[in-house]
C-alpha cells in the first residue's frame, strides 16, 4: 500500500496550553513522509472533523494519525469507517492533564508520543475483513424453562431455532412441579405453573423446530459454520447453526456427599425428592406411608459450604417456604420447622417469607442442624445447635425435608477440572515425571465417550471450560453470557444459580448475545471486547516450528491443529487478542494493524537521553482492557507521575512477546513495566489468562537479564483494576525510583 500519513493536532482541552503544537508539528515532519500535518484548536469539533474527512475523500492521505485525546474518547466523531487506518496519540490524558504545563520533559514525553503514533500507523495496513457464508439459525440445548424461553426469543426476532431435549418431552426440571414462587401481587400464595402455555407455543411455532430425547453429539466448526450432529436412537443427522445457547439447566447436589448423621433415614428426604412427591398428588411418610404431621426442613444443606458446595443456590429458601406452604394446604394443622443459617428471599419474595413467617403453627429458627436419627416411635429427632435461644435443642418430626444445593448441568465437571489441571501442568513445563503423567491423563481424557454436552471438536477439549464449581468459565463481572468458546453462551441455572423468573430473562439476554454473535459473524467482525474489530492474526506457516504454544495459550480454542501438527487456524473463533502473537517465539503471527514489528518500531520511535543527562526512560506496556483505562483516570484526576515514563497500550498483556523487552533494553531503556489485569481464581482479564502468561514469559526474561548482568529488578510487573487510577502516580513513581537506584541502563548508547 501506497501509504499517504496525515497527521492532525490538536490544541484543545489544555494541549494547547500544557505543549508547544507548533513543534509538535515540525517533529511529525521530521524523518517522515508526511503530506498533510494540520493542528486545530478544536479538533473533535465539526471543522476539524471536516478538515480529516476532506483530505481522506480527497485522497491527499490515506492513513491518519490523531493526536489529541484518549482512543478510548471520542470513538464515535473520530470514526472514519472500519478498513481506515487511524492511529490515535494521546496528548491529553497522559501529557496535558498529567504533567506540569510548558515543562521541557513533558514536552519531549508528546513527542516521542507522536513519533511512536507515526511509526506504528506507517507500519499498519486496512484490515481485510472475512466473507464466508453465515448460518443465522441458532441451536438451543435443553428444553426446559430456559431453554423454551431462549427458543420463543430467537423465533421473535427472526431465527430460525433448533431445540435439543435429551429427555422424551419438554419442561425440565420445572415442568414436573406443580406450583412456582409468585411473581404478581400481593406476592403471598405460590402460583400455578404455567410453563406448558409456553411449550405449546414452542411446539406451533413455524421457526422453531423441536428436537426430544436427542442429544448433541458432534460440534465442528466456528460461529456463524457450527456444523452439529444430533443423534436420535440411531438416527443422527447434521444441522449447520451459527451461534449456540447452552441452557442445560441443572441437578440437585448428590445427598449421599452429606456428611450429616442420620441423613440417609427413611424419612429423611431432599427438597426435589419433596416437589416430586407434591407433583403425584400427596405428601407421606415414606417409611409408612402415613399422614405428615410435623415437619422439619434443613436449610443450606451442602450449600454455602466449602467441602460441598461453597455458593448460595439462591432458590433453596423460597423452595423450602413453598413447600411448607404446600404442607400446610394439604393439613393445616401440621407443624412447621425451619432452621436456616440466614434466609435469602430477594425483592418481593419477602413478601411471601412473611406470609409463612406469621403463621401460628410455622417455627423458623437459625442454626445448626448436628444429627439426625430415628427413635422408638419411628420420628426423626433432629438436634440443633447455635440456635437463638442458645441453648442445643431437640425436635421430633415425622419428616426432614433437606434443601440441597443446585449443581450446573455442565458436562463430567469432575473430569473436566482434572483435565484443565492436567492441561495446566504441562503448559507450565513442570518435571518431566508430572509432565508425562499430565500428558496421559490429558490424552485419556480428551477422548471421554458420553460425558460430554456439546461434545465439541476442539483441540483444548470436547466441551466448555469450567470454574472450580461446574459453572462454564466467564467473565460474569463484564460479559455474563459469555463462554471462553466463541458464539456460545450459557443461559440459566447452568450458568449461575437462578430461579424460573430469573431463568426466563437470562434466556433473553443469552440469546441476544447469540444473535449479535451471529451479525458480528456476518459482518467479519470480532464479539466482546473487542466487538466489531475486523482484523485476525495472520500466520506464515513456513516458518511454523510446531512448538504448539499458540494452541496451547489460545484461551478460546481458535486454534486446533491438523494431523501433521500444524496450527489451524479458525477466525469465527477468534476474540482478536493476540495471545497467540505474544507466545510465537518465532514471532510468524501477525495482525495488519497490529504487530510484533509495529510495536518494535513503536519502542525504537523513543528518543532515549545519554547516560549523563540523568533523565531515565522507563517503558510501560498496558493493557488497554483495565490498565490503560486506569493510566487515563489519573489523567481525568490531573494526578501527576514522573515524565520518564512511555505507554504502549497492548490489546491484552498476554500478546506481550519478548523480544519488546529485549529490545528496549538493548536500545538503553532503563527499565520496563507491565501493566495488566488482575489474575488468579477471581481473575478480572477479558481474555482470561492474560496477565497470567505475561508473568510467566516474565519469570523467563528475569533470568536472562541475569545472565547478561543486567538487573531483573528493571522489570516489574502490575496488576491494575480498572477502578484504581488513584493508585498510578504512586505505582509509577515508586518503580522510576527504584531504576534510578540501579543507575543508568549499561547498554545506553550501544
Request: with cysteine.
Amino acid at each position: 500500500m501506497d501509504k499517504r500519513l496525515g497527521v492532525y493536532i490538536c490544541g484543545g482541552c489544555s494541549i494547547g496550553e500544557s505543549l508547544d503544537v507548533d513543534r509538535l508539528a515540525k517533529v511529525a515532519a521530521t524523518g517522515h513522509k508526511v503530506p498533510v500535518c494540520r493542528t486545530h484548536a478544536c479538533l473533535c469539533g465539526e471543522e476539524g472533523v471536516a478538515q480529516i474527512r476532506g483530505d481522506l475523500t480527497g485522497g491527499a492521505v490515506n492513513a491518519i494519525v490523531i493526536a489529541a485525546c484518549s482512543p478510548r474518547a471520542k470513538m464515535e466523531c473520530f470514526n472514519f469507517g472500519s478498513t481506515q487506518i487511524v492511529e490515535r496519540v494521546n496528548l491529553r490524558e497522559h501529557v496535558a492533564w498529567s504533567h506540569p504545563p510548558k515543562d521541557e520533559d513533558s514536552q519531549a514525553l508528546a513527542e516521542d508520543y507522536l513519533r511512536m503514533g507515526m511509526a506504528k500507523a506507517e507500519k499498519m495496513e486496512p484490515p481485510e475483513p472475512l466473507s464466508e457464508t453465515i448460518s443465522r439459525a441458532i441451536l438451543v440445548v435443553g428444553g426446559g424453562v430456559t431453554g423454551i424461553n431462549a427458543a420463543l426469543e430467537g423465533a421473535k426476532a427472526g431465527h430460525d431455532v433448533l431445540l435439543v431435549e435429551k429427555e422424551p418431552q419438554l419442561g425440565g426440571f420445572l415442568g414436573g412441579l406443580k406450583k412456582v414462587f409468585p411473581t404478581h401481587p400481593p406476592y403471598t400464595e405460590a402460583e400455578d405453573n404455567q410453563l406448558a402455555e409456553k411449550i405449546s407455543a414452542v411446539s406451533a411455532h413455524p421457526r422453531i423446530k423441536v428436537f426430544c430425547s436427542t442429544q448433541v453429539t458432534r460440534t465442528e466448526g466456528q460461529p456463524g459454520m457450527f456444523d452439529v450432529t444430533l443423534r436420535n436412537g440411531n438416527d443422527a443427522e447434521t444441522h449447520r447453526v451459527g451461534a449456540i445457547v447452552m441452557a442445560t439447566g441443572w441437578k440437585p447436589y448428590d445427598r449421599a456427599r452429606l456428611t450429616l448423621p442420620g441423613c440417609d433415614l427413611p424419612d429423611v428426604v431432599t427438597n426435589v425428592e419433596f416437589e416430586r412427591m407434591a407433583a403425584a398428588g400427596s405428601v407421606a411418610r415414606p417409611s409408612d406411608g402415613q399422614p405428615v404431621k410435623s415437619a422439619l426442613f434443613v436449610q443450606c444443606a451442602g450449600s454455602r459450604d466449602p467441602k460441598h458446595l461453597s455458593y448460595c443456590s439462591s432458590v433453596c429458601c423460597m423452595s423450602t417456604l413453598k413447600e411448607a406452604e404446600w404442607l400446610r394446604a394439604q393439613n393445616p394443622e401440621v407443624e412447621i420447622f425451619i432452621i436456616y443459617r440466614d434466609m435469602v428471599t430477594p425483592g418481593t419474595y419477602e413478601s411471601y417469607y412473611q406470609s409463612l413467617q406469621n403463621h401460628a403453627l410455622n417455627f423458623l429458627m437459625k442454626g445448626s442442624v448436628t444429627s439426625l436419627e430415628r427413635d422408638a416411635n419411628g420420628k426423626v429427632v433432629v438436634s440443633v445447635d447455635g440456635s437463638l435461644i442458645g441453648s442445643p435443642i431437640r425436635v421430633a418430626v415425622d419428616m426432614v425435608v433437606l434443601a440441597t444445593g443446585m449443581v450446573p448441568n455442565s458436562a463430567d465437571n469432575d473430569a473436566i477440572r482434572t483435565l484443565r489441571d492436567a492441561r495446566r501442568t504441562v503448559e507450565r513445563n513442570e518435571s518431566e515425571t508430572q509432565r508425562a503423567e499430565a500428558e496421559k491423563i490429558v490424552t485419556l481424557l480428551q477422548d471421554r465417550d458420553g460425558t460430554e454436552i456439546l461434545n465439541l471438536s476442539y483441540r483444548q477439549g470436547p466441551d466448555l471450560p469450567v470454574l472450580q464449581n461446574g459453572f462454564p468459565n466467564s467473565h460474569f463481572v463484564c460479559f455474563p453470557y459469555e463462554t471462553q468458546r466463541t458464539g456460545i453462551y450459557a443461559a440459566g441455572a447452568v450458568r449461575s444459580p437462578m430461579d424460573s423468573a430469573m431463568a426466563a430473562e437470562d434466556a433473553c439476554g443469552a440469546m441476544l448475545k447469540a444473535i449479535q454473535s451471529v451479525q458480528l459473524a456476518t459482518n467479519g467482525q470480532a464479539v466482546h471486547p473487542r466487538a466489531g474489530d475486523l482484523s485476525y492474526p495472520n500466520f506464515a506457516l513456513q516458518r511454523c516450528t510446531m512448538c504448539k504454544r499458540c494452541t496451547v495459550e489460545c484461551p478460546f480454542g481458535a486454534l486446533d491443529e491438523d494431523e501433521k501438527g500444524t496450527p489451524k487456524f479458525n477466525p469465527y473463533r477468534c476474540r482478536r487478542c493476540g495471545i497467540c502473537m505474544g507466545a510465537c517465539p518465532e514471532r510468524i503471527i501477525s495482525f495488519k494493524n497490529y504487530s510484533v514489528d509495529m510495536i518494535a518500531s513503536m519502542v525504537k520511535a523513543i528518543e532515549v537521553p545519554d547516560e549523563f543527562e540523568d533523565k531515565p526512560r522507563i517503558l510501560i506496556f498496558a493493557c488497554e482492557n483495565d490498565a490503560y483505562p486506569a493510566l487515563d483516570q489519573a489523567g481525568m484526576m490531573r494526578a501527576t507521575y514522573d515524565a520518564s515514563v512511555r505507554v504502549i497500550p497492548l490489546r491484552c498483556l498476554g500478546s506481550m512477546n519478548i523480544v519488546w523487552i529485549a529490545d528496549a533494553l538493548s536500545r538503553g531503556i532503563d527499565g520496563v513495566m507491565l501493566m495488566g489485569c488482575k489474575f488468579g481464581d477471581d481473575y478480572q482479564c477479558h481474555f482470561i489468562r492474560g496477565s497470567e502468561l505475561a508473568n510467566r514469559r516474565l519469570e523467563n526474561v528475569k533470568d536472562t537479564l541475569e545472565r547478561l548482568q543486567l538487573e531483573s529488578g528493571r522489570i516489574e510487573l502490575v496488576q491494575l483494576g480498572i477502578d484504581e487510577g488513584d493508585r498510578v502516580p504512586r505505582i509509577i513513581d515508586d518503580f522510576v525510583a527504584r531504576v534510578r537506584e540501579l543507575g543508568p541502563n549499561p547498554y545506553k548508547g550501544f
